[in-house]
């Protein structure tokens, strides 16, 4: 029906107009005074790069390759010369 359809819409339409609201404040207003008893700590940065090239070199590691992956050039489509 309709009536329904058009009353769902103005729900998601006000709904999504009240998250965007929300989400403005939060990221202006309200974090930043949350944010030194709640926020990362200071250094998380640095340490999750550390712990991704450890990670990246345990892989490469395990794998043996190079990283990268070469193309074969067995099969390639090259006219033979005779």
Do not use: M
Not at 20 to 30: C, D, H, L, P
Not at 60 to 81: C, H, I, K, L
């Amino acid at each position: 029906p309709q009536p329904l359809k058009t009353a769902a819409r103005n729900i998601r339409y006000n709904l999504t107009f009240l998250q965007k609201k929300f989400r403005k404040a939060w990221k202006k207003q309200i974090w930043p005074h949350l944010e030194p008893i709640f926020g990362v700590p200071k250094g998380a940065e640095k340490q999750k790069r550390q712990d991704a090239a450890e990670a990246r070199k345990r892989r490469q590691a395990a794998s043996g390759s190079p990283g990268t992956r070469r193309r074969s050039t067995e099969f390639r489509d090259e006219e033979e010369e005779a």
